[in-house]
């Protein structure tokens, strides 16, 4: 096959009344992937944006110093939840990843690192992109583990409930509410509700689930229930979600299981 017939056989390229090549490159749309870079490119005015004329947030104290979801002075606030900026497939990358651009696709070259590193880095370009977020991207991905096995493997729950309660998490983290001392106490809460409100619990089964809640992320039961309504005004009593942002995370989970 000569070169010209390789060139011709190309996507948004043909050949021209005068025998020239005539691309259309310029009109072909990013695929799904290379459109999630621009998910992570726009994060950069999210600390700008959190500040418009989006009513803020202010949440109730509990009554111990760990259960608080006081952010202290500033309100954080975000406009719209996205189910793929955590859990997007570039973050592990960083700066080891090397970006092929050609006229109609984009690839990505990683090279090999220590995973102690490649965690370091991606911690640190999360941290520059979101400033007001107080926990690294790792923690954060390890608490999504913890109520996935507590909620899928212990308790028996559907898929469903456990992406309802990764995305009540997620927004309390993009809402800068969690913090070393209330991470925990926030996971339970939002297994808690999740499972509330994807299931008829009888009572019995509330406090199985407590119970399983005080067991795996080792808080005290009081704090927890106590730490449940704080979340429920975080969340603005928003519990029945739209579907656009609990299918991503059910997809996600049935694609792991």
Request: aromatic share 8%; net charge positive; glycine share 4%.
């Amino acid at each position: 096959m000569s070169a010209k017939e390789m060139v011709i056989g190309l996507e948004g390229v043909e050949l021209g009344a005068d025998g020239k090549t005539v691309s259309y490159t310029q009109f072909l749309y990013p695929t799904n992937v290379l459109g999630r870079r621009n998910t992570i490119d726009s994060t950069s005015s999210f600390s700008q944006s959190r500040n418009a004329s989006h009513r803020s947030l202010i949440l109730a104290r509990a009554n111990s110093n760990q259960s608080s979801l006081d952010t202290g002075n500033e309100m954080v606030d975000f406009r719209e939840y996205d189910p793929n900026l955590l859990d997007d497939p570039q973050w592990p990358c960083g700066k080891h990843k090397r970006v092929l651009i050609f006229p109609s696709y984009m690839t990505t070259v990683i090279e090999y690192v220590k995973p102690s590193d490649l965690k370091k880095d991606m911690n640190e370009t999360f941290k520059e992109k979101f400033p007001h977020i107080r926990l690294t991207l790792s923690k954060i991905r390890s608490l999504k583990r913890e109520i996935r096995k507590l909620a899928q493997e212990e308790c028996g729950y559907e898929e469903s409930t456990v992406a309802m309660a990764f995305v009540y998490f997620e927004k309390l983290v993009l809402q800068g509410k969690l913090h070393k001392q209330n991470r925990k106490l926030c996971a339970g809460a939002c297994v808690l509700l999740a499972a509330k409100i994807g299931g008829d619990l009888k009572k019995h089964d509330v406090k199985i689930l407590i119970d399983k809640l005080e067991e795996r992320f080792r808080v005290n039961r009081r704090e927890l229930i106590a730490f449940e309504f704080p979340v429920l005004v975080a969340l603005e009593f928003n519990l029945h979600l739209p579907e656009h942002e609990v299918l991503p995370h059910y997809r996600r989970l049935l694609q792991n299981s």
